[in-house]
């Protein structure tokens, strides 16, 4: 999928005065009313004590109960030292920008806070512009196994959170801020320090960046980049963002109903509905402009297939896009090629894959069905992707993480 944009809205936190109007007490005090009232109508129960002996008895009760929520409170808000990713644009641009946030909370031994995701704004399903849980993403044992990691939630109540500064070697504006953080359910918005750099290959040169802001030592430090860090560095955090095991599972069920354990080629054709990715004179599958010179046609994508399946000598092929395509000129695009292909299936179609899956179409989120089929790519035998799409990107970064080769259109 390509970029997204985010709603431009501003935070709507609660303030301190808010909160305090919210807390438990309010709903307490309601309670002992209730109850001494009640109390005014009984007499004295079995034990004998007066009306106002029990009232009493409830209110020790209501107030042990009031400090044991605020001790469960404080017990769960994260304390250590931090490092909070900050996100924007569509999923596939997230999830690159969340493993440059991970790289960098090793490098710093820090906890790196994880974040929910904002679904596509575009998405016609009930994912439409949702934010979804890390859980409902990725495998969180997997991604321990990395770096410590912690929900973004606990960081709801704490008092260093106003003391957070944000370092950003990108651009990151602060409507967008705002929006992300609301859904974080954190008030918006810290102070922010720019520092342009590209190509970070080692922890010290990250170490050392921080350290020339002055920010080595601050509790909760946000972090945003985007294609900053090494190549070296991106892989190794990307071998442990394993996908949620519902979604493996649910890949391997689509898998075995399609090929069974043959070996398949598995293919990502991204058609953009805007001029991105268009250069006169490089065409590419991006690009939706009519014209040699800018795009690359249905039958030049057949052919490429073609070659890609007799070189890895399978049968089998597996195409991945999206439909309804958002462009007028792909709309009969995904059926020409399932014809011209021998071989070739594809569970792109919400009908198609909830089939598959024995479930509803009103059950199955664009979200959701995006990652079942990045979990198709990313492991099957061969992949043939579309240069300059992030979500090619997640799937080649994964496969090669794991000594799996990718190729691409056009090369």
């Known amino acids: 999928m390509g970029m997204s944009e985010c709603r431009n809205t501003s935070c709507?936190?609660?303030s301190g005065a808010e909160r305090q109007r919210?807390?438990?007490?309010?709903?307490?005090k309601a309670f002992l009313l209730v109850g001494v009232l009640a109390q005014c109508v009984v007499?004295?129960?079995p034990a004998g004590k007066s009306n106002r002996e029990r009232a009493l008895a409830e209110d020790e009760t209501a107030g042990a109960w009031v400090r044991r929520k605020r001790q469960s409170r404080a017990e769960n808000t994260f304390t250590g030292q931090s490092l909070v990713p900050y996100l924007q644009y569509g999923p596939n641009n997230q999830y690159l920008q969340l493993m440059e946030?991970?790289?960098v909370a090793r490098s710093l031994d820090r906890t790196l806070m994880v974040p929910g995701f904002q679904a596509w704004v575009n998405d016609e399903t009930g994912s439409k512009?949702?934010?979804v849980s890390f859980e409902e993403t990725f495998d969180m044992q997997a991604v321990q196994l990395y770096v410590p990691i912690v929900p973004i939630s606990r960081l709801q109540h704490s008092a260093a959170w106003k003391d957070q500064r944000v370092l950003t070697t990108s651009d990151y504006k602060k409507a967008r801020m705002a929006t992300y953080l609301e859904h974080q359910g954190l008030e918006c918005c810290p102070r922010k320090s720019f520092r342009?750099?590209?190509g970070l290959t080692s922890a010290r040169e990250i170490q050392r960046i921080v350290a020339d802001e002055g920010l080595s030592s601050i509790q909760q430090l946000g972090w945003y980049s985007f294609f900053s860090l090494s190549r070296e560095?991106?892989?190794?955090a990307a071998r442990h963002f394993v996908r949620a095991p519902h979604i493996r599972r649910a890949a391997q069920q689509a898998q075995m109903a399609l090929f069974g354990k043959e070996r398949f080629l598995?293919?990502?054709l991204r058609r953009e509905a805007t001029d991105i990715g268009c250069t006169r004179g490089a065409p590419t599958v991006l690009c939706s402009r009519p014209g040699a010179e800018w795009s690359v046609e249905t039958e030049q994508v057949a052919v490429q297939i073609l070659r890609a399946k007799e070189k890895l000598r399978v049968t089998a092929v597996y195409i991945a896009t999206i439909t309804p395509a958002q462009h007028p000129r792909w709309a009969r695009e995904l059926e020409t090629l399932l014809r011209r292909i021998p071989g070739a299936k594809s569970l792109s179609s919400a009908e198609a894959m909830a089939e598959t899956l024995h479930m509803s179409t009103a059950q199955l989120t664009r979200y959701a069905q995006s990652l079942i089929e990045q979990e198709l790519c990313a492991t099957a035998f061969g992949f043939l992707g579309s240069e300059r799409s992030t979500w090619t990107g997640n799937v080649e970064l994964q496969r090669a993480s794991n000594g799996l080769n990718s190729m691409f259109f056009g090369r």
Do not use: N, W, Y
């Open 196 to 198: 342009k750099v590209g």
């Open 129 to 131: 512009d949702s934010f």
């Open 12 to 14: 709507a936190m609660a």
């Open 101 to 103: 946030a991970a790289v």
């Open 43 to 45: 007499a004295a129960g």
């Open 266 to 268: 598995a293919v990502h």
């Open 22 to 28: 919210r807390s438990p007490h309010v709903s307490v």
């Open 233 to 236: 560095l991106t892989l190794e």
